[in-house]
């Protein structure tokens, strides 16, 4: 809470141009009602999680909808070392730019409102410039015609949309979000930091950035970071969750190491690329619980520094 509590004429200043350029919605935020960094949100193993916060696209048009089956298309466009083709992609997102973050959101298809809401706080041209911000979304493939047209509609209209061919699932999160950085390693390979946020996390970006000038290292990074959590094995057990229940063959320990809230996290560059490093390693599909994964078991030897923000 103490980010968002600060308040120093420099702020206020921030605050008073973002008023002029995003208009009253952005003010009331930061100034009237001034919000932590990341809004906090429960862990996602934990007990209080709300099934609605990753809705599972198979779920929400199941009728309506052409069936059309995720091809894995030779056609597309990969990245090195990653078997996923990206069915849309935004190469000149960074191209001759000076971009200090790229803002990774991972969504998918369906969420077309959340990206909107987004587009309207964010896609100020001015203020991202001025921020050196770019914002990509991060989406994967449905089984649907319909859906990919809408899409494809968006992609065309907004030119923020980065679509790879895996499928859209909940277990593929971790899949996702290993994509995020991927991209952004390939497309964006001169930006100082990543940010992975989730759709419908709220990132307040000026008390985000004045936690980043503390944190120039290459082995920095910024997220709430929980504590070692014992591992779900059985649904009846307090506080797990079906979702959650993990088997032996998938993590053998009986603890995780301490992670990040998956919901938004910053990786500098140079950790992102050490971490990928570790993931070429794996022989098997990656622990589906992406927060675990991506923010606890890969940089787990890697000394990253972690700013904690709660
Ligand atoms: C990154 O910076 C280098 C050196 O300034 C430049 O040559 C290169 O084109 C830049 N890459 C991108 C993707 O903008
Ligand atoms: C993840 O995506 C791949 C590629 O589309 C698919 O074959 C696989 O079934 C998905 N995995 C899960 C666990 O949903
Ligand atoms: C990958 O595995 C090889 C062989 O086990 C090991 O030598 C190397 O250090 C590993 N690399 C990383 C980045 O973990």
Redesign the pocket.
């Given at each position: 809470m103490f980010l968002g509590s600060r308040s120093s004429p420099k702020r206020m200043a921030a605050a008073v141009v973002a008023t002029l350029i995003v208009g009253t919605m952005l003010t009331l935020l930061l100034t009237i009602n001034p919000r932590p960094l990341i809004q906090t949100r429960q862990a996602r193993h934990t007990q209080n999680f709300s099934p609605s916060v990753i809705p599972d696209v198979f779920s929400v048009h199941p009728v309506f909808n052409e069936i059309e089956e995720v091809k894995h298309d030779d056609e597309y466009a990969k990245i090195p070392g990653w078997p996923y083709g990206l069915r849309i992609n935004e190469p000149d997102t960074?191209?001759?730019?000076d971009?200090y973050l790229l803002n990774t959101i991972t969504s998918n298809p369906t969420q077309i409102y959340h990206r909107d809401l987004i587009r309207k706080m964010w896609r100020s041209e001015a203020i991202s410039r001025r921020l050196k911000i770019r914002t990509v979304f991060i989406i994967a493939a449905v089984p649907s015609a319909v859906t990919q047209r809408h899409l494809q509609e968006e992609s065309d209209k907004y030119g923020d949309i980065v679509q790879f061919d895996f499928l859209e699932t909940r277990r593929n999160l971790t899949v996702k979000s290993l994509a995020a950085l991927h991209w952004f390693r390939a497309?964006?390979?001169?930006a100082t930091w990543v940010l992975k946020c989730d759709v419908d996390a709220f990132i307040n970006f000026w008390a985000l950035l004045d936690v980043l000038r503390f944190a120039e290292g290459s082995n920095d990074a910024v997220c709430a970071r929980s504590k070692t959590r014992s591992v779900c094995r059985d649904a009846h057990q307090m506080g797990c969750m079906a979702h959650y229940v993990v088997e032996p063959w998938e993590y053998a320990a009986a603890v995780y190491p301490p992670y990040c809230q998956g919901y938004a996290y910053v990786l500098h560059r140079d950790l992102v690329d050490r971490m990928l490093q570790v993931d070429r390693n794996r022989t098997s599909p990656p622990l589906f619980l992406e927060d675990v994964y991506v923010t606890g078991l890969l940089p787990r030897d890697l000394d990253a520094r972690w700013f904690d923000v709660r």
């Open positions: 960074c191209k001759d730019q971009v497309y964006c390979s001169n």
